[in-house]
């Protein structure tokens, strides 16, 4: 005949052995997650693009550093960003803008940019000079 007693041992044991192989596992897969990793692989696209290409000239023997062209900053059709964005807050500030912000250079934006300021596109230079990129509260401020 089975006890009442010998039951609840059966279990609690049976129980303990479940949460043990329920630990175990859990720290061999903490363990296999915070493996370190030793070095990222990249293509090699990533690699010559981030190292500075150099050229050796027979003549100085010297090593002079590749000039990487930049490309002039321009907010034309199809630009997106906060830019854009503030442009097109100052156009509602200033000229009448009409419909919804969206941060896309549109041909909404394009229209009203060629009105007040005859060309086709935004340079740094016209940015800066009419403040666009200032939010309207810290030009109050000042």
Known sequence: MIRTNDLIIAGVGIGVSILAVYLIKGQKKKAEKEAPVLEKRQ??????????????TPETNSIIPKQEAKKPWVLTKGSKGKEVERLQIWLLRHHGWKGPVTGIYDTQTETLVRKRFKKDCI??????????GIPIHELIKA
């Open 43 to 56: 293509n090699v696209a990533e690699i010559i693009a981030s190292e500075p290409i150099t050229k050796v």
């Open 123 to 132: 340079d740094r230079q016209t940015y800066d000079k009419h403040q666009m």
